[in-house]
């Protein structure tokens, strides 16, 4: 493949890339255009892109607003990139789903339903042109393709806080809807994560959330505390200018991902650009230019191995802000290795070990080659590109002091709660055995016999109604005889898996002795208690079976519980019920009434 990038610093400069690339095109092959626009008024970015259309009619044309482009090695400010990718054999192919004509989850099944049964599909870049949190059910529905398949992209931004952003896909300029473009032959792709912000201080727990975007309390106390208590920063006018260099990484499908707070409300509440869930813990991190760096240059060491033929970079808005005039150190490393292209996002997409992630404050870099392996390898030169100063290493001094310190502490913490935790699972090891059956796993006659009678004292008082199954296996004897009596436990194990999968969530079922069971049914009438009855008749005997390939078969007894009644009275018209239901030839319910 080829890469050719341009920064379209006039309308003469589109004008001259068109005419260098079509003379390209005349070369062959598949051309995808990119578009990482400096603008985020619909009728600019749709004068480019229509322009592009008419000119390659063949091509496929996506891209989308940016707060900041990517060339080569260097950021491009208040201007537009143009790549022109032109793949040998690989077929690139745009696919918009616009979420003003349908909602997510038909966005996602209509994805799903496009990409699965592309059998050479290779990689999904995913524009998005909604919330990063918002994207998650449909990223989370791609990663039902096959974990060989790469998924890059990041979402859509402008220079104006808060302004509109678009995607494109041909000559369509859509907001509130996503782009996907599928690679599909021999491309090779290379996705690499930068982060570089260092997790810092002891790990919180959200305790209080309102949905997946504002974490109201971390530790059962306003979030917004943990920067002042921390780092001294209010929760007034420039909190979050202040926060910048400080995000919260949570850790999710083993890598870091980092939150930044882009609001805070007066009760403490934290606003962030990505999704977090309750019960998670959280850090801070703080922001090292070096390691920023460091991690560029782990990330080009790995892509120069692969040996790329171009390079798209999505960034995020935060890492330019942060790291101001020292960002293009942080690209150039990259375009050492190739052509690159990108765009300054206000979030970042890309798969790891088979799950997508919406992210925050990352650099995801995908690194394309078409054919086989490389015949050389990219070499690059390591260049002093440090950030250091006496200030910042007295920085990260204390921050390593204070990290490792918070880390032997919760070390010991854990030790403690590994201890408490196993006390506890004692405990409730204890109290499961001493009321369940050992054999089967259900209540046993004691602990089942007890919640009849307190059942039944409900019902006597009024205050509830409940029926009841007593059952037992047919011929269960001629099994224990014929076939040993481990054959006999096994079917009683597969009709307790049974009674366990059918039986509704407020319903008990025990083991009353032998072969019988008995199954308590609160708030059920004698209908419904038929209905179940009769399905958990025809399960048994549908799926479970001796040793001689017969049938395993139960019989059932149905009875309703009547106000005013004893759990003794109710208990032998229940063992009436089972009585009647094997006299009428076994495989049988029978119900006695009140």
């Known amino acids: 493949m080829e890469q050719y990038n341009y920064e379209l610093e006039s309308p003469e400069i589109l004008e001259k890339a068109i005419g260098a690339m079509k003379e390209r095109e005349k070369k062959g092959g598949n051309l995808l255009i990119l578009l990482f626009h400096g603008s985020n008024e619909p009728e600019i970015i749709a004068k480019d892109a229509e322009k592009l259309s008419r000119a390659f009619p063949k091509a496929a044309i996506s891209g989308m607003s940016c707060s900041g482009g990517i060339r080569d090695g260097h950021q491009v400010l208040g ?65 039902l393709l096959p974990s060989s398949v790469a998924i890059f992209g990041g979402t859509a931004d402008s220079y104006t806080a808060g302004g509109d952003a678009y995607v494109i896909a041909g000559n369509q300029i859509l907001g509130r809807s996503i782009v996907c473009i599928s690679f599909e032959g021999p491309v090779s792709i290379d996705v690499q994560m930068n982060l570089g912000w260092q997790p810092l201080g002891k790990a919180m727990t959200i305790t209080a959330m309102e949905g997946d975007r504002i974490i109201k309390e971390l530790d059962h106390e306003p979030a ?65 230019p070096n390691e920023i760096v460091q991690r560029c240059r782990e990330n080009t060491r790995k892509l120069a191995a692969f040996a790329p033929e171009g390079i798209l970079i999505f960034s995020c808005i935060t890492r330019r802000l942060f790291l101001k005039e020292g960002t293009d150190k942080v690209l150039s490393p990259y375009g050492k290795l190739s052509p690159v292209a990108g765009g300054y996002c206000h979030g970042e997409i890309s798969r790891n070990d088979g799950k997508t992630s919406g992210l925050n404050m990352t650099l995801v870099a995908a690194a394309f080659r078409e054919g086989g392996a490389p015949s050389k390898i990219h070499e690059i030169s390591e260049g002093n590109i440090d950030f250091d100063t006496g200030t910042l290493a007295t920085i990260q001094r204390l921050a390593s002091f204070i990290t490792v310190s918070s880390a032997e502490q919760e070390e010991t913490n854990k030790k403690l709660e590994e201890a408490n935790a196993k006390l506890a699972d004692a405990n409730r090891q204890l109290t ?86 008995v199954v308590l049914l609160p708030g059920y009438g004698t209908e419904d208690s038929m209905d179940l009855a009769e399905l958990l008749r025809k399960a048994v005997s549908h799926n479970i079976y001796r040793p001689d390939g017969q049938s395993v078969s139960i019989s059932l007894g149905i009875a309703r519980a009547s106000a005013g009644e004893n759990a003794e009275a109710f208990y032998h018209r229940m063992d009436k019920a089972l009585y009647l239901a094997k006299r009428s030839g076994k495989n049988k319910t029978a119900l006695v009434e009140e």
């Open 224 to 288: 917004a505390n943990v920067y002042l208590k921390y780092l001294g920063i209010k929760n007034m006018g420039s909190f979050i200018d202040d926060a910048l260099s400080f995000p919260l990484i949570v850790m999710r499908n083993t890598r870091p991902l980092a939150r930044l707070p882009d609001s805070c409300r007066e009760d403490g509440a934290l606003g962030l650009a990505g999704n977090c869930y309750l019960g998670e813990q959280v850090r801070l991190a703080y922001g090292d």
């Open 432 to 517: 499961f055995m001493a009321s369940h059956d050992g054999l089967t796993g259900l209540l046993n006659r004691e602990t089942i016999e007890f919640e009849l009678r307190n059942l039944a004292g409900r019902t006597r008082d009024g205050r509830l109604s409940f029926s009841a199954l007593m059952m037992d296996l047919d011929n269960f004897k001629a099994i224990n005889d014929t076939f040993g009596h481990d054959e006999g436990d096994r079917v009683l194990c597969e009709l307790a898996s049974i009674l366990k999968r059918e039986i509704p969530l407020t319903a008990l079922a025990g083991r009353w002795g032998g072969d019988e069971f």
């Open 79 to 143: 201007l537009t990139v143009v790549s022109f990718l032109f793949f040998e054999k690989t077929k690139v192919s745009v696919f918009a789903f616009d979420l003003n004509q349908m909602i997510l989850d038909d966005a996602s099944r209509q994805a799903l339903e496009i990409f699965r049964p592309m059998k050479n599909l290779a990689s999904l870049a995913v524009l998005n042109g909604i919330d990063i949190s918002g994207i998650a059910p449909f990223l989370k529905k791609l990663d």
